[in-house]
């Protein structure tokens, strides 16, 4: 377990961010995760060090609208 996954589907098909961490994540230690999607991009970072940024997609919504459950 040394992978932190965000994925999330604007309209136009999901999108994956993965952040590697070098050493095993359940190691009894707690660890900070922040994942944002904005308009101009989508950003997970852990541990304030290891981080994976993405442009946003230019097509589909820009606004949170649910039709199913939001999972986090």
Request: hydrophobic share 30%; aromatic share 8%.
């Amino acid at each position: 377990p040394t992978v932190v996954s965000f994925s999330f589907d604007v309209g136009n098909g999901p999108v994956e961010l993965n952040v590697h961490s070098p050493t095993p994540l359940n190691d009894d230690q707690w660890h900070r995760v922040s994942a944002e999607r904005n308009t101009k991009e989508a950003i997970l970072q852990l541990d304030q060090k290891y981080k994976e940024v993405r442009p946003a997609p230019t097509q589909g919504h820009t606004r949170l609208e649910l039709y199913s459950q939001l999972y986090v």
